[in-house]
């Protein structure tokens, strides 16, 4: 008769019987589409199992490439936002800047329409509209 131990030895080197965190049973009909379990989530038993594995979980070689991956993406993200911002800020002066062009460029485009209807009537002779 086998003990334990030598059923979890030929265990390990089958890869049927392989089992990981995040690693979906050969059975399982997941199409990559479905998140796989992960420490985060809740156990079996529907408790929260990420106190009692975080500080094991982040000592290991794991849990620190995993530190470094949350590292990563706050840098990530908080360049990407605060460039957003500035994008943003660029943006509103651009808007800015072009409605101020606008308004001047239709004042300048309305003296030049009036020099010319007076340049015209002062050369057609109308003492009516010339000073």
């Known amino acids: 008769m086998e003990n334990k131990n030598e059923r979890t030895r030929k265990d390990k ?9 995040g690693v979906p049973s050969p ?3 997941n ?11 809740e156990d079996s038993a529907g408790s929260d ?14 849990g620190k490439i995993l530190d470094r991956a949350e590292l990563l993406e706050r840098s990530f993200y908080n360049y990407v936002h605060a460039h957003q911002e ?4 660029r943006l509103e002066e651009s808007k800015q800047l072009e409605s101020t062009f606008t308004d001047s460029l239709k004042a300048l485009k309305q003296e030049i ?18 000073h």
């Open 13 to 21: 080197g089958d890869p049927r019987h392989r089992r990981g965190v």
């Open 27 to 29: 059975n399982s009909e």
């Open 31 to 41: 199409d990559g589409t479905q998140r796989t379990r992960g420490i985060d989530q």
């Open 49 to 62: 199992c990420i106190g009692t594995v975080t500080s094991e979980f982040r000592s290991s070689p794991l």
């Open 86 to 89: 500035r994008l943003e800020t």
């Open 113 to 130: 329409y009036d020099l010319a209807k007076q340049q015209k009537q002062v050369d057609t002779g109308d003492p009516e509209t010339s």
